[in-house]
């Protein structure tokens, strides 16, 4: 039975906010629905086994390949995203699908645990098995609305849950797309599906299902981890960041300038893991900036630069560089929305910067660099920590070895040395945030383990008694013994195991 829609969303371009769909809310009912034919399809899926479920991903990925281009062209258009980004993004998720693919066998595989000394665990024989929440659901940002989404399915499906997908409202057209291959292209198992919606329908979904894989602002993740408190579901939360880079006096300035501009303006500074501030030591200080300058200056909007997804994330933009301006900061390039039709900024850089300003403090999730100048490592170090935030950050040092020195100093959840976003892109190493910018962690083991749980299996190895020792009726003697035999076990240096006799 179709539940009747009465509510929209409208999706627009935000290069030229021209109209590109109207697509009807799923409310409630829909997402229950959506749910139960999700739970009631899974048990099969977990069934085929892993070997079976990474032959649909591959079908997949190869139907991916097949239709970037299109997919593409809908990214580009519902996001602003330039075409060399947008690209990148489903090989992204080809990466996903092949990585999981084939750490899948040693992560969901059962685990063996060797025998203890205590002669009551040396009979048993114990297992670990892994087994998948059943329901998954992915709540999704709009700045990479494929791989933020059906990216961290991947590792769900692999690991048997079946998925519900949740985009933003405000870029729900390429994930539609893609599940639609899934569904109706590539005939896959029914354990997929979409729901479209804003904050209820994302509310819903939570209620919903058995683990929530979300990504967003950290106000969104604390109201989402709110709602899945009410019924004890787990969350991995993917949130924010402000993310500082550090140059230090040896630094090759060259890379490290290409670096914090690829990494600041990188999807028009709208990544999570965007470069959003910068500490240079004082000897270098000038050198750095003019190079910076350059070399903004010389993005093109459209080729290297996007739109902004929208008027209020430029009013964000707009509100952090009055802030900053009327606390003393210089403006050395850009400052202003760029001359043309839609949601465009110019690429700006900001001087005479400290953490009095809002610009330093929170995320601005915009084309704007923020450089400050510092007397050496420890105070950049001091103030990269000067953060509620802890998502990721940068070190530049002519020794990388003196770069990785400071990264372990810094809070965060990944620190690329002499790179910038690098680690985000190894799907092999957990990126998580610290501090408010998450819980949990996308990548590496954690990455697929966290769609499954963890199930002890003990068994007898040997043929067991009618009772065993601790069992009921109590004695003195063998209590006494059972006592004696844990403390000798346990006791570590002569005087206590002598007392254990
Ligand atoms: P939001 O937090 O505004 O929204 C994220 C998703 O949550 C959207 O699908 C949104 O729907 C939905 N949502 C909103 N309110 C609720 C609610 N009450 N319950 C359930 N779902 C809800 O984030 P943005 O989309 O603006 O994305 C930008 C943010 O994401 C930035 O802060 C960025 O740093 C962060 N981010 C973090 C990443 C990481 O890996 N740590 C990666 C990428 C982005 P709708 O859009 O329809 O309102």
């Given at each position: 039975m179709s539940t009747l829609i009465t509510e929209f969303i409208t999706v627009q371009s935000p290069a030229d906010r021209s109209v590109l769909a109207d697509l009807g809310v799923d409310g409630p009912?829909?997402?229950?629905?959506?749910?139960?034919?999700?739970?009631?399809?899974?048990?099969?899926?977990?069934?085929?086994?892993?070997?079976?479920?990474?032959?649909?991903?591959?079908?997949?990925?190869?139907?991916?390949?097949?239709?970037?281009?299109?997919?593409?062209?809908?990214?580009?258009?519902?996001?602003?995203?330039?075409?060399?980004?947008?690209?990148?993004?489903?090989?992204?998720?080809?990466?996903?699908?092949?990585?999981?693919?084939?750490?899948?066998?040693?992560?969901?595989?059962?685990?063996?645990?060797?025998?203890?000394?205590?002669p009551l665990r040396a009979t048993k024989r114990y297992t670990i098995q892994r087994r998948p929440h059943q329901l998954v659901g992915v709540i999704g940002p709009w700045n990479f609305p494929v791989v933020l989404t059906f990216g961290d399915a991947i590792p769900a499906l692999l690991a048997g849950a079946a998925v519900l997908l949740k985009p933003s409202e405000v870029t729900p057209l390429a994930l539609r797309e893609v599940v639609r291959g899934w569904q109706q292209e590539l005939g896959a198992p029914p354990v997929v599906d979409i729901v479209l919606g804003r904050a209820e329908t994302g509310g819903a979904l939570i209620d919903e299902v058995d683990f929530v894989q979300f990504t967003g602002s950290t106000r969104t993740g604390k109201a989402v981890a709110r709602r899945a408190a009410e019924t004890l579901?787990?969350?991995?939360?993917?949130?924010?960041?402000?993310?500082?880079?550090?140059?230090?006096?040896?630094?090759?300035?060259?890379?490290?300038?290409?670096?914090?501009?690829?990494?600041?303006?990188?999807?028009?500074?709208?990544?999570?893991?965007?470069?959003?501030?910068?500490?240079?030591?004082?000897?270098?200080?000038?050198?750095?900036?003019a190079r910076v300058v350059d070399k903004v200056k010389a993005l093109r909007h459209g080729t290297d630069l996007g739109a902004m997804i929208s008027p209020a994330q430029i009013g964000i933009v707009e509100d952090h560089l009055a802030d900053a301006r009327a606390k003393g900061a210089r403006v050395l390039t850009g400052g202003s929305r760029a001359d043309r039709e839609g949601d465009w900024y110019q690429p700006t850089v900001l001087v005479d910067v400290n953490h009095a300003m809002t610009v330093m403090r929170e995320e601005t999730f915009g084309p704007v660099l923020p450089i400050m100048k510092v007397d050496g490592a420890q105070e950049a170090i001091r103030l990269a920590n000067d953060s509620p935030f802890g998502l990721a950050a940068t070190v530049f040092a002519g020794d990388a070895r003196a770069g990785e020195e400071v990264a372990r100093q810094i809070d965060a959840g990944t620190v690329n040395v002499n790179d910038a976003l690098h680690g985000a892109m190894c799907i092999d190493v957990p990126m998580g945030g610290w501090k408010a910018s998450g819980i949990g962690a996308r990548g590496g083991d954690y990455g697929m383990l966290k769609f499954t749980r963890a199930k002890t299996v003990t068994a007898p190895r040997l043929p067991a008694p009618a009772a065993e020792p601790l069992w009921f009726p109590y004695d003195s003697v063998r209590a006494q013994i059972a006592q004696r035999a844990m403390r000798f076990i346990n006791a570590r240096g002569r005087r206590r195991w002598q007392s254990s006799r």
């Open positions: 009912d829909r997402v229950a629905t959506a749910a139960a034919s999700l739970r009631a399809a899974q048990p099969a899926w977990e069934t085929l086994g892993l070997e079976q479920r990474s032959r649909w991903l591959a079908a997949m990925r190869d139907w991916l390949l097949d239709n970037t281009e299109r997919i593409v062209d809908i990214m580009e258009a519902e996001a602003g995203k330039v075409r060399a980004e947008a690209a990148l993004e489903l090989g992204w998720v080809c990466d996903i699908i092949n990585n999981y693919s084939r750490r899948g066998p040693e992560l969901l595989g059962d685990k063996r645990i060797g025998a203890s000394l205590l579901t787990q969350v991995s939360l993917e949130l924010g960041g402000k993310d500082p880079m550090i140059v230090l006096g040896d630094a090759d300035l060259e890379r490290a300038a290409n670096a914090a501009v690829w990494g600041g303006f990188v999807n028009s500074g709208q990544v999570c893991i965007s470069v959003e501030r910068v500490y240079v030591e004082a000897p270098v200080y000038d050198e750095f900036v």
